[in-house]
């Protein structure tokens, strides 16, 4: 970049052609045999954990107010619940949509003919991203009230406004999660030029997180507030230090989000003192918006951990020669 | 003046790809920028797109920089990469009608020019099928197909004939010269000279990044054969042949060869050639002008630099 000519801008408006990207990559996913795999996976799972959970709700609490909320988050016991499904299964959706987005423009030699078009490179970035995005989210969507509605059909019982407003801000922040592992599979399908090493390197970094970052954030903590039995608030220390290395971790951030605001009796996301306990209903429902409150660093972590993504992926690709 | 360059310079890293490119490209021209693999002719037409930066130097394509006004440069300059990539899964009116997206054209005028322009490259009756299936030589003619859906005022073809068999290459070669027809701008770059020796009103030839020689090919067969006219000849017996047309003024070069001689001259002698072979009593089997070919002019020009050097 030549400084003497920074003062001029570029012509034109970054988004040219953008909504033109959107809609192929939209439809290419939409389309696609991976996508199809995913979807028949996520739909067994969801039902099974929908129908499992609905059978634990009848048989256990028959007076809940949240009940559809409690259909989200019931296991019963080979099954996982519909949460920890999701929080499973979306990551590897996202990298399977996500990992051949740049490379496999390469591999295919289509992207010098894509950039001869009137086009900024901006827009065919963004293009694959939001089409990735909007594609978890109609899945999401149509997963959503599938669940709802088996919900219904089990349980026989309407959700409340709040209720559905809880499950919105749900599938908000099951998005922004989602969205984060789409950044990684697009750095890693900018990085590498080859879609299958960028794809295992996505999952390395999922595995990462899923498996090692939990006892790594554990030994961290334990060498950065050594526990000493002679002060008690070594302890505490310690516990605040294990919370913020594991915070570090999307899955985490996405794991507290979603109680918070999934559980209205969850009142903090972290140690809690007696002393803080004064005065409190326990088990009494915190209201939506304290609960939202609650959640609010989480999601604007995850977003935010989302957008930085997007921005590497963003910077590495602007440098990117276009040639092979 | 169509594309213009000016100390146009692209390193990368240490490695010098182009160097201090001065091109003047007029409207309406065929340029071929020809060379052997490697020697920065991709490099300079990236650089003409604004797909790579310069590291230094001037470039002009249509009166607009590259890199500070691309959109409106590559809504008028067509550009088929020399690996041209189509996707596989989508059939060629779907690849087209993507590009026509990204160039904004409403959809009524896409259908109009993509009808026209498959129809043009004898693709119509592929259209929709997966491009997937489609040959080497159907994929470069989509490749035409989708530069022409612009309408553009410059086509730039990177190394447009690499992997076709001849006569899919010579019928490449004569839809690109019905661009010219047209009043299109063609800029293409090659290694095999002689294909595009006949369709290139100028050619540039590339070396190490540097354009070393350019001109109408004739001009520089003239400059560097010394004569551009190249006169071969079969006769029995050869034996003093050689030496009696070595002594014709106009001819500059007498070369033996197996069944004949090969003359260089500086006009078209082949009357005095004929007489003075049947003076010296040989019977004279055949008489050709050879016409000069870029290959001889490129080899014998790299001959006589390294000998230079």
Redesign the interface.
């Known amino acids: 970049?030549q400084r003497s000519?920074a003062s001029?801008?570029?012509?034109?408006s970054p988004w040219?052609?953008l909504w033109?990207?959107f809609?192929?990559e939209m439809a290419?996913h939409l389309s696609s045999t991976r996508m199809r795999i995913l979807e028949v996976l996520i739909l067994l799972s969801a039902v099974g954990a929908v129908y499992a959970g609905a059978q634990t709700l009848r048989q256990t609490i028959s007076e809940d107010p949240f009940l559809l909320l409690r259909v989200f988050t019931a296991a019963q016991d080979p099954l996982p619940s519909f949460v920890a499904f999701l929080s499973f299964f979306l990551p590897l959706a996202a990298i399977a949509l996500g990992f051949d987005a740049i490379n496999g423009e390469y591999s295919?030699?289509?992207l010098?003919?894509?950039?001869?078009?009137?086009?900024?490179r901006d827009a065919l970035l963004w293009g694959k991203f939001l089409a990735g995005l909007a594609t978890i989210a109609l899945i999401l969507l149509a997963l959503f009230l599938l669940v709802v509605g088996l919900g219904l059909i089990f349980l026989g019982v309407p959700p409340s406004s709040e209720e559905v407003a809880r499950a919105l801000l749900f599938l908000l922040a099951t998005l922004a999660y989602t969205g984060v592992w789409l950044g990684i599979a697009l750095v890693t399908s900018v990085l590498f030029r080859s879609a299958a090493t960028s794809a295992l390197a996505a999952i390395a970094v999922w595995l990462f997180f899923a498996l090692f970052w939990g006892i790594i954030a554990q030994l961290l903590a334990q060498a950065v507030a050594p526990f000493d039995p002679f002060d008690p608030e070594s302890e505490l220390r310690q516990t605040e230090a294990l919370l913020a290395f594991s915070r570090l971790s999307p899955n985490t951030l996405y794991a507290e989000a979603i109680q918070a605001l999934l559980n209205p009796g969850v009142r903090s996301l972290g140690p809690v003192l007696i002393s803080q306990l004064e005065g409190a209903l326990l088990g009494s429902p915190l209201p939506l918006g304290q609960s939202f409150l609650l959640a609010w660093p989480q999601l604007t972590g995850l977003i935010a951990l989302t957008i930085g993504l997007f921005a590497v992926a963003y910077v590495l690709f602007q440098r990117r020669?276009?040639?092979a | 003046m169509v594309i213009e360059t000016q100390g146009l310079t692209k390193r990368y890293g240490r490695v010098v790809a182009v160097e201090g490119l001065e091109l003047r490209i007029e409207a309406g021209e065929v340029y071929g920028l020809l060379g052997p693999n490697g020697s920065g002719k991709?490099?300079t037409i990236?650089m003409l797109?604004g797909?790579?930066?310069p590291s230094a130097g001037q470039v002009r394509v249509l009166g607009l920089d590259p890199?500070?006004?691309?959109?409106?440069l590559?809504?008028q300059?067509?550009?088929l990469?020399d690996?041209?990539?189509?996707?596989?899964e989508m059939t060629a009116w779907e690849n087209l009608s993507?590009?026509a997206?990204?160039?904004?054209l409403p959809p009524a005028l896409a259908k109009a020019r993509m009808e026209r322009v498959l129809e043009r490259m004898g693709l119509a009756e592929v259209a929709h099928r997966p491009v997937g299936a489609f040959s080497r030589g159907m994929r470069q003619r989509l490749?035409l197909a989708?530069v022409l859906l612009k309408e553009p005022k410059v086509v730039i073809l990177d190394e447009p004939t690499l992997g076709l068999d001849p006569e899919a290459a010579q019928e490449f070669l004569k839809m690109i010269q019905s661009l010219k027809s047209e009043g299109i701008t063609v800029l293409l770059s090659s290694h095999l000279l002689h294909q595009v020796q006949a369709i290139c009103d100028r050619v540039g030839l590339f070396h190490k990044g540097k354009l070393v020689l350019e001109g109408r090919v004739e001009e520089l067969a003239q400059r560097v054969l010394g004569g551009a006219y190249r006169i071969r000849l079969e006769a029995t017996p050869l034996n003093g042949l050689a030496e009696r047309l070595q002594a014709l003024p106009e001819v500059s070069r007498v070369q033996t060869e197996a069944q004949g001689l090969r003359l260089e001259a500086t006009q078209d002698i082949r009357p005095q050639v004929a007489k003075a072979v049947l003076e010296a009593g040989a019977a004279l089997q055949s008489l050709v002008l050879e016409q000069p070919s870029l290959d001889e002019v490129y080899a014998r020009y790299f001959q006589e630099v390294r000998h230079a050097a």
């Open positions: 970049m000519s001029r801008r570029r012509e034109g040219t052609g033109a990207v809609f192929k290419d295919r030699n289509t010098s003919r894509i950039l001869a078009q009137p086009i900024y020669e276009v040639r | 991709t490099t990236l797109l797909l790579t930066e890199v500070r006004e691309p959109l409106s590559k809504r300059v067509g550009y990469p690996s041209v990539g189509f996707y596989g993507y590009i997206r990204l160039n904004g490749g989708e």
